[in-house]
Structure formats: C-alpha cells, structure tokens
C-alpha cells in the first residue's frame, strides 16, 4: 500500500462529529436500512441494499433498479433481512416491485404486504416523509451513504440467524472528471467522492475496505450541517438526519458513486399510487437541525 493509499488520521473535529454521529444518528439510519437476499442454485445470495419508508399506511423499501427485473422474471426467491439474531428473513412473495431505468434513474420501490410490513417493523423503523428532504440541490453536506458490503453479507450463523454488517461511508460533492458511461444527468443525479475507510456502526473505529459491491440501493444521506461563517460543523440528530437520494452505481477509477435524487424515487412510488399525493404534500421534510 503506497502512502497516499493509507487511511488518513481523523482530526479531533472531525473525530468528534463522527462520535456524535455513530451516538445519535447512525443507529436511527440503522433502523431503517435492510438488505435484501436471493436464494439460487440452493445457495443464499447477498443482493443489495434498501431504506424503509412509511406513508399513509403503505410501506416500502427504496432501492436500486438494476438486475430487479431480471431477478423478478426468473422467479428468484426473493428476502428481506432485518438483520436480527433469531429472525429468519421474510419471504417477498407477495410484495410488488416497481421499478425504472429511464434516463438512468435507477430506482426500484417495492411495497410491502401489510403482514410483512408489521413483521419488519417489530426489528426496524420505516422511515416517514418528514425525513425525507427533496431540495438537495443547494446542500454541501456532509453526507453519508450506508449499505451492506457483499463480503460482509448475508452470514448463516446458525439455522435461523443470519447477519450482515453495514457500514458508513463519509462523502462529499465530487466535481471532477465523470465516466464516460455514467450518463450522468444533474437533475437527476448526485455524485459522491468518498475513500474506502469507514466507520464500523458497532464501534466507531475506521477501517480500510474491500470494494463496496452490493451497497447499491443504500440511502445516501444528510447528517450534518456546515456554518460557513464559523467554519463548523453539525451534526445532526435522529429526529433530523434526511434521506436525500438512493445511491445505485460506483466507479473506483474515479473514486465517486452515482445516485438518484430522492424525489425521482417518490416520483416512481406516485406513478404507481397516485393516492398517496396529498399525503405527501401536506407533509414536509425536516430541514436544519437547530
């Protein structure tokens, strides 16, 4: 590993909003994260990663478009786990899968079935509207995206407990050069440069990681504020850390990854369930944290 490879050393600023972030934050991002399995060839496969969310009696998760449909029509088993000890994951067979891939949007959201919803929600929480912010295009930051790396995934660790470990990714707006084939688009997507040292939600040390495959799906997320007048940094609480964007593709070449705006997400979920308008326009997201 060559020096500038290395991991750098947090500073006591930043130590400290990390600190206050893995109290206070990260476990309510936690509790609405989930990951979901295939079972193919008689083996147990990590799949990617998706958000909660609650409105007006409908539940689903948020997630990524690509290969759904294909996994869809081949009929793979599909789960979700809640990454509880003792809890077998839930089947998805009756769930309904929406998903798009127009102008790269890459966004999946599969409602829940009222008995799977009340199931997940005796070991999660699904995140409500309030906490999701749709004007992002001004926001600085900072940001974290959060999902379970493929290598640290979907573990049997007895008959009827299986476990991944999920882990933060610190990012902040990327403004170079953009991949060729990332079709990036600015009203519909985010680009994130982030390094691949995290912060283990267990017990707040950083580590330097393997590639992230199977985060794609996973929230990104606003989890502090910057005061440019005092040059300090917030960060904010559970009551007040937002979803922003799903994320959905990573270039390693480049160091970023590509999401999609959240509102093209909830976009997808009115397409299908028109009811839900009002309700979600009488509810506004969380702003600042005081």
């Given at each position: 590993?060559?020096?500038?490879?290395e991991?750098?050393?947090?500073?006591s600023?930043?130590?400290?909003?990390?600190?206050?972030l893995h109290?206070?934050c990260?476990?309510?991002?936690?509790q609405a994260?989930?990951?979901?399995?295939?079972?193919q060839?008689d083996e147990?496969r990590?799949?990617r990663t998706?958000?909660?969310?609650e409105?007006?009696?409908?539940?689903?998760?948020?997630?990524a478009?690509?290969?759904?449909?294909?996994?869809v029509?081949?009929?793979?088993?599909?789960?979700v786990?809640?990454?509880?000890?003792?809890v077998l994951?839930?089947p998805l067979?009756?769930?309904?899968f929406?998903?798009?891939?127009?102008?790269?949007r890459?966004?999946?959201?599969?409602?829940?079935?009222?008995?799977?919803a009340?199931e997940?929600?005796k070991?999660?929480?699904?995140?409500?509207?309030?906490?999701?912010n749709?004007a992002?295009?001004e926001?600085?930051?900072?940001?974290i995206?959060?999902?379970y790396?493929m290598?640290?995934?979907?573990?049997?660790?007895?008959?009827?407990?299986?476990?991944?470990?999920?882990?933060a990714?610190?990012?902040?707006?990327?403004?170079?050069d953009?991949?060729p084939?990332?079709?990036?688009?600015?009203?519909?997507?985010?680009?994130?440069?982030?390094?691949r040292?995290?912060i283990?939600?267990r017990?707040?040390?950083?580590?330097?990681l393997?590639?992230?495959k199977?985060i794609?799906?996973?929230?990104?997320w606003?989890?502090?504020d910057i005061n440019y007048?005092?040059?300090?940094?917030?960060?904010r609480?559970?009551?007040?850390?937002?979803?922003?964007?799903?994320?959905?593709?990573?270039?390693?070449?480049?160091?970023?990854?590509q999401g999609t705006h959240?509102?093209?997400?909830?976009?997808?979920?009115?397409?299908?369930y028109p009811q839900l308008?009002?309700s979600m326009?009488?509810?506004?997201?969380s702003q600042?944290?005081n």
């Amino acid at each position: 590993m060559s020096k500038s490879d290395e991991p750098q050393q947090l500073g006591s600023r930043s130590a400290a909003f990390f600190a206050e972030l893995h109290e206070d934050c990260l476990p309510r991002i936690d509790q609405a994260t989930v990951s979901t399995i295939g079972v193919q060839d008689d083996e147990i496969r990590h799949d990617r990663t998706g958000v909660l969310y609650e409105i007006a009696g409908h539940h689903f998760i948020l997630t990524a478009a690509h290969d759904m449909r294909g996994i869809v029509s081949h009929n793979i088993p599909l789960f979700v786990s809640v990454n509880t000890p003792d809890v077998l994951p839930l089947p998805l067979a009756d769930a309904r899968f929406h998903s798009t891939e127009e102008d790269n949007r890459d966004v999946s959201a599969i409602w829940l079935p009222p008995d799977v919803a009340a199931e997940i929600s005796k070991h999660k929480d699904f995140l409500h509207h309030n906490q999701i912010n749709l004007a992002t295009a001004e926001s600085k930051g900072p940001f974290i995206f959060f999902g379970y790396p493929m290598d640290w995934s979907a573990n049997l660790i007895s008959e009827n407990t299986l476990l991944s470990t999920a882990l933060a990714f610190a990012g902040h707006p990327y403004g170079g050069d953009r991949h060729p084939t990332a079709n990036y688009k600015p009203d519909v997507h985010m680009v994130l440069q982030f390094s691949r040292d995290a912060i283990r939600t267990r017990d707040g040390t950083q580590e330097r990681l393997p590639p992230p495959k199977g985060i794609s799906g996973c929230g990104i997320w606003q989890v502090g504020d910057i005061n440019y007048e005092t040059k300090s940094l917030h960060a904010r609480s559970a009551e007040t850390v937002t979803l922003i964007g799903i994320q959905h593709r990573w270039f390693p070449d480049y160091s970023y990854i590509q999401g999609t705006h959240i509102r093209h997400v909830l976009g997808l979920v009115l397409s299908n369930y028109p009811q839900l308008k009002r309700s979600m326009s009488i509810v506004y997201p969380s702003q600042k944290a005081n």
